[in-house]
């Protein structure tokens, strides 16, 4: 049967660590709130000079590397971003300029923490249909610059950083199973950028006056949709593949927050501290689009995936937008 696997992963994050008690000192906030309540320790920051096209690149260049394969063997490029580097051209044709992808086409995917599942659901498909045979799918956020430094209910939450993944075509039994992507607009302003785009645009001075151009979030509602939600895309992978929960070897969850992540882990029956539940958010915050890519990562260089694993993907986010991938590892 033809499907698609991955073949390379790879990943990059800021050196900039900004950690809890960084945060005490330009908030009004707490080591000890944060970490009960959200579990993350420290994430990490992009410096002057540094876009979510500089993370993507060398994410992707590591994943190619790893997959053995050379840039310009690939045919599509899937960026997942809401914090691109520009309102267009796509962040993805500028990955693709620089790492020298001069055979692929290019897009950007805007479904926010759920933009890499979103990305492997449509590379999976362009694999099987056979109309790509190499696809690189990345996830890259930038999210401290439309983070309202001044908001202690958001601030706290998001980091910077990139994670990508190499998709071959494979004729064998490991490789993606089954993606499933879902939405649910009637939320669209429960976690959202209000302004500086068309409805609010930066050239009107009130945008900035009245800080649109940072993220807006309704904390309580977000968390209550997102358990259910990333219950409901994981127990949907499970059951088109006839499996249940004790099949899983890996759970690698978006990591938004560690209550969102043990609750929906629950759930499934995997408890908080099973090594069956991956979790790096305390080191890295929420990462949106990237949250994932970077965990499979590192999951994958740390030998926490091995062959004939079930690693199951389950995502959560703005929109909303949610789905969940079930991979043969
Ligand atoms: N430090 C200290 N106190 C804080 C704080 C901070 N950083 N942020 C909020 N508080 C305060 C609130 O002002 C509130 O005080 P009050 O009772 O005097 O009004 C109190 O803490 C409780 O706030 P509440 O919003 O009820 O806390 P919570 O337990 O719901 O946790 C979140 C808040 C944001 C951590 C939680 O709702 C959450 O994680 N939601 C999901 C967010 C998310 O993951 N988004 C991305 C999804 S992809």
Redesign the pocket.
């Known amino acids: 049967m033809v499907r698609s696997r991955i073949t390379g992963t790879g990943s990059c994050l800021p050196d900039k660590i900004l950690t809890n008690l960084d945060l005490e000192r330009i908030i009004?906030?707490?080591d000890e709130?944060?970490t009960s309540?959200?579990g993350i320790k420290e994430r990490r920051i992009a410096e002057e000079g540094q876009f979510t096209s500089t993370f993507a690149a060398e994410a992707s260049r590591r994943a190619l590397e790893m997959a053995g394969i050379k840039a310009e063997e690939l045919d599509l490029i899937i960026l997942g971003t809401v914090t691109p580097d520009f309102p267009f051209p796509a962040t993805a044709c500028i990955v693709q300029h620089e790492i020298g992808a001069v055979n692929a086409a290019a897009f950007d995917l805007s479904a926010a923490?759920s933009g890499f599942i979103y990305g492997l659901s449509i590379a999976d498909k362009y694999i099987r249909t056979g109309d790509a045979k190499k696809v690189l799918v990345i996830g890259a956020e930038v999210l401290s610059r439309v983070v309202d430094w001044t908001d202690?209910?958001t601030c706290?939450?998001f980091g910077d950083g990139s994670g990508a993944a190499v998709l071959e075509v494979t004729e064998g039994d490991s490789g993606i199973l089954s993606t499933h992507i879902f939405s649910n607009g009637s939320f669209w302003n429960t976690?959202y950028q209000p302004g500086c785009g068309n409805r609010n645009p930066a050239t009107n001075e009130q945008t900035l006056l009245d800080r649109l151009c940072y993220i807006r979030?309704e904390?309580?509602d977000?968390?209550k949709h997102?358990v259910r939600a990333m219950e409901e895309a994981a127990c949907t992978a499970l059951t088109a593949n006839g499996m249940t929960p004790a099949d899983v070897s890996l759970l690698i969850p978006?990591q938004?927050?560690r209550r969102?992540i043990d609750a929906t882990a629950k759930r499934l029956g995997i408890a908080a501290d099973d090594a069956r539940l991956f979790v790096n958010l305390h080191n890295y915050g929420?990462t949106s689009s990237a949250s994932i890519p970077i965990s499979i990562d590192e999951a994958n260089r740390t030998g926490r995936m091995k062959s004939g694993d079930n690693v199951l993907l389950a995502a959560?986010?703005g929109g909303f937008t949610y789905g969940s991938a079930l991979i043969r590892w």
């Open positions: 009004d906030t707490s709130w944060i309540r959200t923490c202690r209910n706290i939450l976690l979030m904390g309580n977000v968390f997102a978006h938004a927050n969102i929420n959560f986010g």
